[in-house]
């Protein structure tokens, strides 16, 4: 039986050959040769790290020994060699091992982007403990969730009063054997509730630990708990295991990244798209990392030109961001031969590409507890990548992706007479599924009921299982996929994923609130979904200014920023599902425009600390002036 590398190596000399015969036979035959080699590039390598237990801390060491002098980091106009970041990771392990954790039992950490952030993360990673990245802008019940769901018993607290500052506003609801470490602050100064981490660090020594501290890591061990929002209602700890932080330390092998380039990162370590997309791949190839603490649109072109960065790790609304700046002559002049990240929309990828002179962008599609990425190398303006007959076979349905019809009324797979899922044909959308491997038995720390919530069973054949990504696709003509919205019970604001079950829940704690339904709308002009909420009031009640101010007061301290409510819409009554589900379909449709919604609306404004009816009249000039 002839082997599908065979026939592929077959195929591709055919096209050397009678390269215009092919192309009337099969018009897109070259972006799927040119996306089967692009994305088969990592495999092999991770393959072979996979099979020689090569972990990611493994990488690291490898290049603080070898090549000690060469820069790891650069924050803050100082550069971090491997050799520096290797020996403050060996003090924080050599902190930590006192504490009597054991391999796979988790630490939080809480800080902003730096490289202690970092060298925190790595000294954990010598002892075979995973990081428990928390997101610094959650605040109360969500916080504190956050704090424990990973069983962590100790975090450490980063550089920042405001961040101490949070943390003791939640203290007391805290484990009474869950400590708290802060860095940065005099050990006089700090409350009793508190320790000094910096006194530790200073009382450690930069010496190696041990490796048969890491001996019992096995591929399955968290790396790293990262969280993300889900229909609980408050964030759920995805884990990256081993196994998984393997293969994402050679992701930009797509883009043949070496030791020699300078990738630059903006967004928060706590996501996946900094910590698992921008770092794991710098490490893999030990290479060098430009961190800043906070994105700035008006300092991004100066720092990657400064730092001659070669690569750009971008989010969508990123981009959207740094075209909102004016131009200026120096706009494309910088080293970046390609752009690697994800939710660049349609709209303004081909303005982002010819102004800053980006010569190849590589759109990848993936999820933080996702089972495989889908990777456009084709420059597709708008692609998530792409799902042809050859790129399915080639694959043999091992370990890609599935595209299904989907019924948004029941929220559920179509199925056939069989009771399997049905393929959607090209010009059709979909939800989109991936294989789940064998080496994943859950996908976050948490109950058996919340992972099988992401599991679709039956796909293929009877019996078999994939992960459900939330996320219905488009699948056009010429086999490319495009993203088209998220379902279920989050949507996606400002780079974050929003929970409506938490913030229906905050803002259900508001007395005159009789019944909350919160979804997300589209913003002409802006990526992802502007939170809405649909409420309806006690009897008894009507909207007034004044409880408008409690709803913003209420909001804006209970809720990240990127969570809270923009408009408001009042309903008399709310229209349900079979199950007593809130239906959202026909609110999404209609959105906050006030020439079809005949109920009234209200949109957020933080200067008068309230929220402000929304009209026909004044519409155009609030969305221009607060979006």
Wanted: hydrophobic content about 40%; some cysteine; charged content about 20%.
């Amino acid at each position: 039986m002839v082997g599908r590398d065979a026939v592929l190596a077959a195929v591709a000399g055919s096209v050397g050959t009678g390269a215009l015969l092919w192309r009337r036979l099969y018009p897109t035959l070259m972006e799927d040769l040119r996306t089967i080699h692009t994305t088969r590039k990592p495999m092999a390598v991770t393959a072979r790290d996979i099979a020689s237990r090569r972990l990611v801390i493994d990488m690291f060491e490898e290049t603080a020994r070898q090549h000690p002098e060469r820069v790891f980091v650069v924050f803050e106009e100082k550069n971090y060699t491997y050799g520096m970041m290797d020996a403050m990771a060996n003090r924080v392990a050599n902190v930590v091992c006192r504490w009597g954790l054991k391999v796979g039992d988790a630490v939080a950490i809480m800080t902003y982007n730096s490289p202690e952030f970092l060298w925190t993360f790595l000294g954990l990673l010598k002892l075979g403990l995973a990081g428990t990245f928390i997101n610094y802008h959650l605040q109360e019940e969500p916080l504190v969730h956050s704090l424990t769901a990973s069983l962590s018993k100790h975090l450490i607290v980063g550089r920042g009063a405001e961040l101490l500052d949070t943390i003791l506003s939640v203290h007391d609801k805290l484990p009474e054997d869950f400590t708290v470490y802060v860095s940065g602050a005099p050990t006089g100064s700090l409350p009793k509730q508190v320790l000094s981490f910096d006194l530790l660090m200073a009382q450690s020594l930069p010496v190696p630990v041990c490796k048969v501290a890491r001996e019992e890591v096995t591929l399955k061990t968290p790396i790293c708990y990262i969280y993300t929002s889900g229909t609980t209602g408050l964030p759920k700890p995805a884990i990256i295991n081993q196994v998984k932080g393997i293969g994402q330390t050679h992701g930009y092998k797509t883009i043949d990244f070496t030791h020699q380039d300078v990738t630059y990162v903006v967004t928060p370590l706590y996501h996946s798209a900094a910590t698992c997309v921008g770092v794991f791949n710098t490490i893999g190839e030990g290479a060098t990392i430009v961190l800043r603490q906070k994105f700035s649109a008006s300092h991004y072109w100066e720092d990657v030109r400064k730092y001659k960065v070669t690569v750009i790790q971008y989010i969508g609304e990123l981009c959207r961001y740094l075209l909102r700046v004016p131009r200026h002559p120096l706009d494309g002049v910088h080293c970046v031969r390609a752009a690697y990240g994800n939710g660049l929309r349609s709209d303004i990828w081909n303005d982002f590409q010819t102004r800053f002179r980006i010569p190849r962008i590589y759109e990848f599609f993936g999820a933080t507890e996702g089972t495989a990425i889908m990777l456009n190398c084709c420059n597709k303006v708008g692609a998530l990548g792409r799902w042809s007959p050859l790129i399915r076979w080639m694959d043999g349905g091992k370990k890609g992706f599935y595209i299904v019809k989907y019924d948004p009324i029941t929220e559920r797979p179509i199925r056939d007479k069989e009771g399997k899922c049905i393929p959607v044909r090209p010009g059709d959308s979909g939800l989109l599924l991936s294989v789940k491997p064998p080496n994943i038995d859950k996908f976050y720390l948490g109950t058996k009921e919340i992972n099988e919530k992401k599991i679709v069973k039956n796909v293929l054949q009877i019996g078999d299982e994939f992960f459900n990504f939330g996320d219905l696709v488009f699948l056009d003509d010429d086999y490319f996929v495009y993203f088209r919205d998220r379902i279920g019970d989050t949507f996606r604001w400002k780079g974050e994923n929003v929970s409506t079950t938490e913030v229906a829940h905050v803002m259900s704690q508001l007395k005159f609130l009789h019944d909350v339904n919160v979804y997300g709308v589209t913003v002409s002009g802006s990526d992802g979904r502007a939170g809405m909420a649909a409420v309806q009031l006690e009897d008894g009640h009507t909207m007034t200014s004044q409880l408008l101010s409690q709803l913003y007061s209420h909001v804006v301290k209970h809720l990240p920023h990127y969570a809270r409510p923009i408009f408001i819409r009042i309903v008399q009554e709310f229209s349900t599902t079979q199950t007593m589900k809130h239906r959202k379909l026909e609110l999404v449709k209609e959105g906050f425009d006030p020439d079809i919604v005949k109920d009234a609306l209200f949109v957020i404004n933080h200067q008068s600390k309230t929220y402000d009816p929304l009209t026909s009249s004044n519409i155009g000039i609030i969305l221009t002036s607060r979006l």
